[in-house]
């Protein structure tokens, strides 16, 4: 399913092709996953949080749910994922990961807090979101891939990365 790391970088070791459009890239993401410390095992529950009525949401969010079928490996586990209005977020509390779809900068303060109160790692294409301390990872595609976490973000909702992670991508 992915290829080897090799010594040319982190986006063509990571083995995966970027998408069409501003989309999230969900393989990169379910391997950016496998990274968290302490690994994950076992079923991972992600919510793809989205705003009904946004197209650029709901496209993005249907994007998300294609890739991931009926479940995709992370590591050494599965993430399984629903989606969720943020209408009707309230916590986020029996999930591990949230996508963060487009469209939701006026709620990214909310998601922000229920992630760090829930410890949930929130992964998001949009990178005012990361640059914000509101989302923990970000994931661009274009003029290339660029992975990049936000330490207070993550320090907010006790995420962690191993370290040979970190130093394959952009910290902020």
């Known amino acids: 399913m992915f290829k080897s790391w090799s010594s040319t970088g982190a986006v063509v070791a990571l083995g995966l092709a970027a998408p069409l459009s501003a989309e999230l890239n969900v393989p990169i993401a379910a391997r950016v996953v496998s990274f968290l410390q302490p690994p994950p095992s076992g079923t991972i529950a992600a919510a793809i949080l989205f705003e009904p009525g946004n197209a650029a949401s709901e496209a993005e969010a249907s994007a998300i749910e294609r890739s991931i079928g009926s479940g995709l ?27 963060v779809t487009a469209g939701l900068r006026a709620e990214q303060g909310g998601i922000a807090a229920a992630a760090a109160k829930s410890s949930v790692l929130t992964i998001s294409s949009d990178p005012a979101c990361v640059q914000a301390s509101r989302c923990v990872v970000g994931i661009t595609s274009t003029p290339k891939t660029q992975i990049t976490v936000n330490r207070a973000a993550a320090r907010a909702a006790n995420i962690r990365f191993g370290s040979a992670f970190l130093m394959l991508v952009k910290e902020i």
């Not at 989606?83 to 996508?99: E, K, P, Q, V």
Request: charged residues 15%; glycine residues 14%; aromatic residues 8%.
């Open 73 to 99: 490996a992370a590591g050494r586990s599965a993430i399984r994922a629903r989606r969720l209005a943020i209408g009707a977020m309230g916590s986020l509390s029996g999930y591990n990961i949230a996508f």
